[in-house]
């Protein structure tokens, strides 16, 4: 499944996966699709999600993203906060090691 949420000027994805395996359903739907949905509506940006080191010869590059959940239980949330900012310091650098790797050029 893959879904695709919509604002005036941008598409963002996601893409859960199939229960089949068919060999480029997961670029199709997670990538070419939203690309030509963009150039036919006008929109000036597509996020397709988070995660993935293949989507930089797809011309992604890493992109910090947000989640608003809200953890109700204290002791849990704490918890969550601890382990998400390690987690959020990993994938600072990670995405540093990912950007000599850009497809574009700085002018």
Request: glycine share 10%.
């Given at each position: 499944?893959?879904?695709m949420l919509?604002s005036s000027?941008?598409?963002?994805?996601?893409?859960?996966?199939?229960s089949?395996?068919?060999?480029?359903?997961?670029?199709?739907?997670?990538y070419y699709?939203g690309?030509e949905?963009?150039?036919?509506?006008?929109?000036?940006?597509?996020?397709?999600?988070?995660?993935g080191?293949?989507k930089?010869?797809?011309?992604f590059?890493?992109?910090?993203?947000?989640?608003?959940?809200?953890?109700?239980?204290?002791?849990?949330?704490t918890?969550?906060?601890?382990s998400l900012?390690?987690?959020?310091e990993?994938?600072?650098?990670?995405?540093?090691?990912l950007?000599?790797?850009s497809?574009y050029?700085e002018?």
């Amino acid at each position: 499944m893959a879904l695709m949420l919509r604002s005036s000027t941008a598409l963002y994805g996601r893409y859960w996966g199939s229960s089949v395996d068919i060999p480029g359903l997961h670029f199709e739907a997670c990538y070419y699709q939203g690309i030509e949905y963009c150039l036919r509506e006008g929109l000036s940006m597509f996020e397709p999600g988070a995660q993935g080191e293949h989507k930089i010869a797809r011309g992604f590059l890493p992109t910090p993203t947000r989640s608003y959940h809200y953890i109700a239980e204290p002791r849990f949330r704490t918890a969550v906060r601890a382990s998400l900012v390690r987690e959020g310091e990993a994938l600072h650098d990670y995405r540093r090691g990912l950007l000599p790797h850009s497809p574009y050029r700085e002018s």
